[in-house]
């Protein structure tokens, strides 16, 4: 990475991020990579030097939408340059790695385009543009590891939850997914780069990890013995810090659900009992057409082996309707697969065409008025689970760690094993620790309880990593 040759002048840098958690992640280690620079956050556009849209691929019309808000962007640039101000317009994430070159043809306002695999080159790319006014293209897939590019995280206080990233990328190739042509190839980081991180994380006071990676059960980081390592392994490894109380993981595919790994959830006893593992169909004729590579009796088998070990756990899945082709008969697997099921929680997408996937040749289309019914009719589904797996911990005593203010002055609000939102009565000093709440009532989208009294809380985090 290029350093200025002098002391950097104080600048500050908007970052906006659209998406998933990876997102959220990749832009706090943009904000790191750049603090060198001179850069400090600002949460106001207007007074930015440097705006990056952090942009996500997955949702309906998102390269739309991203140059919508560069339209207004430009207005915002153009207002600053006549007040004497310069302004460089950053685009990163998905939408950048699919548009690439088409960005800086469609909105000349845009100074740099950074694909996910680039983010250890910002701050060179960022330098380059201010010094020579050109705009930048990195979108390209780097042989080097960008996260031994990407500057350690820094000191001071964390939140109490934190997200690391352990593996990028997919080679499932389901037919209506972006993502292995955005985030391109499977790849895993070393465990040793991953603990580390981990254990600077845990240093600052965070309690909680959760490992992200589009397929993260596929993770076979390479050990130093230079053999891989199982996800499993890893958070077996993780769990030895002693000031991280809880791990989680996500998103898997079913078919990486290996016996391994389904054991941890009964003999790792930090490893929380939630899984996130989208089945998107019912019908074996649609998943085929997805390329999914299981069945629905392949998911109900991982789901069944995962509750003979964790019978309590909460399930998340994500579910498509109105893939090409979807009959009446085939949404009527995915509603009673989901019925079977029972999840805890679940994300729902009405399907859409993203440009280069094999799906979006598919026919025939969906009426999207289709669409809207199998979305609201899953959706209901799934709300009436859902209520029913929160009113089933009222009256049990959980731990839950706070991690911020709640709702109503003079609640403090934190999440269950089950990641289920729990408001309760507490002070703010509570915030970054974990207690045992008794749980007195749910409502649609939270828990409320009470702290149990007479708690010891646990050490604070610094003293134990
Ligand atoms: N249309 C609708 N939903 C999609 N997803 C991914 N691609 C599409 C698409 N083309 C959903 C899948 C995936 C989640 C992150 O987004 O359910 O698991
Ligand atoms: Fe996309 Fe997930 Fe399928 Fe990979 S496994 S192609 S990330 S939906």
Redesign the pocket.
Known sequence: MAQAPHKPLPKKVHIKTFGCQMNSYDSERMAEALEPEGYALTGDPAEADLVILNTCHIREKAAEKVYSELGRMRLAKERRRQEGRGTLIAVAGCVAQAEGTEIIARAPAVDIVVGPQSYHRLAFLVAEAWATGNGQLATDFPAEDKFAHLPERPQGKAQASAFVTVQEG?????T?????YT?GAEFSRAPAEIVAEVERLAARGVREITLLG??VNAYHGAGPDGRPWTLAKLLRRLAQISSIDRLRYT?S?PLDMNDELIQLFDDEPKLMPYLHL?F?AGSDRILKA???KHTASDYEAVIRRVREVRPDIALST?IIVGFPGETDRDFEATLALAARIRFAQAFTFKYSARPGTPAASLEPHVPDDVKRERLYAVQSLIDGDRHAFDRATVGRRLEVLFEGPGRKPGQIAGRSPYLQAVHVEGPKGLIGQIGVVDILASSPNSLTGVIKSGFEWREPAQAAV
């Open positions: 997919c080679d499932k190739f389901c209506f997914c972006v993502v292995p985030r589009q397929n998103t595919h989208p998107q997805m390329n999914r994500d």
